[in-house]
C-alpha cells in the first residue's frame, strides 16, 4: 500500500491507435504491487486498445511503457509476459481446440515465473477446471471460460494483471467470484489494471482509479473520491445507487 513503492509499470504520455487512426492521445499511469488501478469511460473510450498497446499486442506511437523497471516500449508481447505482465482479453481469447490443462499448461510456458505448482495452484483456486481439466475450452461454459482466461493469466504468476471486462456477461454470483479472486490477487502482492462495464462495481474494489473519455484521462482519484462524483454517478454508474 505504500505509494512511495517502485512501480510495476509505469506509462508516460503513451499515445498509440490503429494504422493512421490515433485512439489514446497521451496517457500517463503506474501502477503499484498491492494496489488495483480501475479504468471506466464509456463505449469506444478506448480502454481496450489502451490494455492492447500495455501488452504490446499494439505498436505504440509515442511515449514509453516501464515494466519493472525496464523500457518495454518497443518490446514484443512474449517478452513482456516473460517479464511479469499478463493479461485477460476482452472476450477470453483462448485456444478453443485444446483442453483446459493445455490452455492452463501453454500459458505457463511462457512465463518462467510459472511452475507446475503454479498449474496445481489455479486447479485449487477454480475446482470447476479441475473438474473440466480434459474437456475442449470451446466446449465451457461462458464462466468456466472466463474462469480459464483469468486463471491462464494467474498461472504465470504475473507482478502486473491487466484484466479488460472480466465480468461481461457473467451472472450476480460469479461476478462475485471473480471480484472475489481479483482481490486476492492484490493481497498477493500483484499489481493490477482493471477495465470495466461495471464502474460501480470497479470503483467499489479500486484503490486508485481514472476516467478515460475519448482517449483521455480526464479525471483521477481514489475508487471512492470518483465513486462519489455526481458528474462520475451520472455519467458512467447510470446515476444514483438504489440504496
Ligand atoms: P468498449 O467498452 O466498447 O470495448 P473501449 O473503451 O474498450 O470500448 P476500444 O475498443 O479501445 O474502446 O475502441 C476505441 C476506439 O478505437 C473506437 O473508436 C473504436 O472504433 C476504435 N477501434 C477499435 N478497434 C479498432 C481497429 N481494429 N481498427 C480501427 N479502429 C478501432
Avoid at 58 to 81: E, F, K, Q
Avoid at 89 to 109: D, Y
Avoid at 127 to 155: F, H, N, W, Y
Avoid at 217 to 240: F, H, K, M, N, Q
Wanted: aromatic content about 2%; proline content about 5%.
Amino acid at each position: 500500500m505504500d505509494p512511495r513503492a517502485e512501480p510495476v509499470l509505469e506509462v508516460a504520455d503513451l499515445i498509440t491507435g490503429y494504422g493512421q487512426i490515433e485512439v489514446i492521445h497521451g496517457i500517463s499511469l503506474r501502477l503499484l504491487p498491492h494496489r488495483l488501478t480501475a479504468i471506466v469511460g464509456a463505449n469506444g473510450a478506448g480502454k481496450t486498445t489502451l490494455m492492447l498497446a500495455l501488452a504490446r499486442l499494439l505498436p505504440v506511437r509515442s511515449g514509453t511503457i516501464r515494466l519493472a523497471g525496464r523500457d518495454v516500449t518497443g518490446a514484443p508481447s512474449h517478452a513482456v509476459v516473460r517479464a511479469g505482465l499478463a493479461l485477460v482479453p476482452e472476450g477470453r481469447r483462448m485456444l478453443a481446440t485444446m483442453t483446459v490443462a493445455e490452455n492452463l499448461a501453454v500459458a505457463a510456458h511462457a512465463s518462467p515465473a510459472a511452475s507446475a505448482a503454479s498449474v496445481d495452484a489455479m486447479y485449487a483456486r477454480f475446482p470447476i477446471l479441475a473438474e473440466r481439466k480434459d474437456v475442449t475450452a470451446g466446449s465451457l461454459s461462458g464462466g468456466e471460460q472466463q474462469m480459464l482466461a483469468i486463471a491462464r493469466a494467474l498461472v504465470q504468476r504475473p507482478r502486473a494483471l491487466l484484466l479488460d471486462e472480466p465480468s461481461m456477461g457473467l451472472s450476480p454470483k460469479l461476478v462475485e467470484t471473480i471480484f472475489a479472486i481479483i482481490a486476492a490477487e492484490r493481497a498477493n502482492g500483484t499489481a493490477i489494471l482493471l477495465v470495466e462495464q461495471n464502474a460501480r462495481q470497479a470503483l467499489a474494489i479500486a484503490d486508485d482509479a481514472h476516467v478515460l473519455d475519448r482517449g483521455r484521462i480526464t479525471l483521477s482519484g481514489t475508487g471512492s473520491e470518483l465513486a462519489a462524483r455526481d458528474d462520475v454517478v451520472t455519467a458512467y454508474l447510470g446515476g444514483p445507487a438504489a440504496s
